[in-house]
């Protein structure tokens, strides 16, 4: 059990009144802080421990932290101990659990730092350009646009455009949508992107013309076309989350395929009613 209430109230005097720690000579991970019935509680412990806290406990001064999390850990060392063998059945299933997916998440980790390479990235974004360039370019749209509710609350601001008012201090004043707050600007965005009336009216405008009212499922539009260009590929930092999640994606595939093909895995679920995760009172027994 994760139990934090005993470190939580004693924090804000801690900070107040506790000093620095003793200090020691090159301390280690199994350098011991204490010992409750004979199992040691160590450094190692203890980082890990202050690794898995809240950020705004982890960014805590050192001095305030050290004593109130080595409490902790003995709390939780003496209840683990005076109540490990008085688990019921939920409890020890609930346990095993647990500890399967720690180390199975562990593991996964651990490829997807060991795959997550820059000449891994590299060779990924090599062929996604390789893949992008093979395909027949297309045009590419950067506009911006204004939505209102009514029509006659279009007309008014494009006659104030008319008159020469600058379409992003409108979109900001006026527009409904997120857009707004950057000028109404939609960025890039190839065909099949917008809905069909907002896209039919940008292919058929000039850059620097702007359109409306036109009306949508969403509302009333006033377009403004900023730029047009071909589909280029994405220069790598535009992509390269995607990219990385993608290697980690294919590492953690193959070592799934590599444990689970040299197990040896015998299935005998198949004449079981799959209505047998209803009986969650099973655990209960």
């Known amino acids: 059990m994760n139990r934090f209430s005993r470190l939580g109230g004693i924090l804000a005097v801690t900070l107040a009144l506790s000093g620095p ?9 199994a350098t011991v802080l204490a010992t409750v019935n004979g199992t040691e509680i160590t450094l190692g412990h203890l980082l890990a421990a202050q690794g898995a806290l809240p950020e705004q406990f982890r960014e805590m001064p050192a001095e305030a932290l050290f004593e109130p999390l080595i409490e902790q850990l003995i709390e939780q060392t003496a209840l683990m101990q005076a109540a490990q ?20 998440n562990a593991a996964l980790t651990r490829v997807a730092e060991q795959a997550l390479t820059d000449q891994a990235i590299d060779e990924a974004y090599t062929a996604f350009v390789t893949e992008f360039d093979g395909r027949e370019p297309t045009p590419e749209y950067n506009a911006s646009h204004i939505i209102v509710e009514t029509e006659q609350e279009a007309q008014a601001l494009r ?7 600058d379409f992003a201090e409108l979109a900001r004043e006026h527009s409904l949508d997120g857009a707004a707050a ?7 965005f190839g065909p099949g992107v917008m809905i069909p009336e907002f896209e039919q009216a940008v292919e058929a405008m000039e850059v620097g013309e702007y359109k409306g009212p036109l009306q949508t499922q969403f509302g009333w539009h006033l377009v403004l076309l900023n730029d047009t260009r071909m589909s280029q590929a994405p220069a790598l930092e535009e ?25 040896d895995i015998a299935r005998s679920y198949d004449t079981l009613d ?8 099973l655990l209960d027994d």
């Open 85 to 104: 063998d008085g688990l019921n059945r939920r409890e020890q299933i609930t346990l095993e659990n647990e500890r399967r997916a720690f180390i199975a």
């Open 21 to 29: 720690a003793t200090a020691q000579e090159d301390p280690s991970l």
């Open 239 to 263: 992509v390269r989350e995607a990219l990385e999640q993608g290697i980690v994606r294919e590492a953690a595939e193959a070592e799934l395929a590599r444990v689970t093909g040299t197990a």
């Open 182 to 188: 950057n000028g109404g600007s939609l960025g890039w």
């Open 159 to 165: 006659e104030q455009l008319d008159e020469g008012a």
């Open 274 to 281: 799959p209505e047998v995760l209803r009986r969650a009172d």
